[in-house]
Nanobody
Framework: QVQLVESGGGSVQVGGSLRLSCAASPDFRTRSCVGWFRQAPGKEGEGVAYIGSNGITSYADSVKGRFSIFQDNAGINLYLQMNSLKPHDTGMYYC????????????????WGQGTKVTVSS
């Protein structure tokens, strides 16, 4: 059973940076895709960034050029570097894993962390 625990959220001003971390259980390696999702207050959740088992990354248009997803050398822990933060980046951020095969943004993600809160103020 994959277990995921996020950390690193907080409050920053516009233009600031945060790095989110996702500590995963060792069986995290069985997943095909991992990613970061977010949910803003009163809005639907959205996928922010993904890494496939082949190392290929993909990003939502709203974060391209500002966010970067990466893993540690063991391929277990997951990170999201967020730069040039904007107010609309505010929300709960979740890391998640999928064991399905295919295009990461289109896959169902069955394993989720509890989330970490990010607040960007102007």
């Amino acid at each position: 059973q994959v277990q995921l625990v996020e950390s690193g959220g907080g409050s920053v001003q516009v233009g600031g940076s945060l790095r989110l971390s996702c500590a995963a259980s060792p069986d995290f390696r069985t997943r095909s895709c991992v990613g970061w999702f977010r949910q803003a207050p009163g809005k639907e959740g959205e996928g922010v960034a993904y890494i496939g088992s082949n190392g290929i990354t993909s990003y939502a248009d709203s974060v391209k050029g500002r966010f970067s997803i990466f893993q540690d050398n063991a391929g277990i822990n997951l990170y999201l570097q967020m730069n040039s933060l904007k107010p609309h980046d505010t929300g709960m951020y979740y890391c998640a894993a999928s064991t399905h095969v295919g295009n990461c943004p289109a896959l169902p993600f069955g394993y989720w962390g509890q989330g970490t809160k990010v607040t960007v103020s102007s």
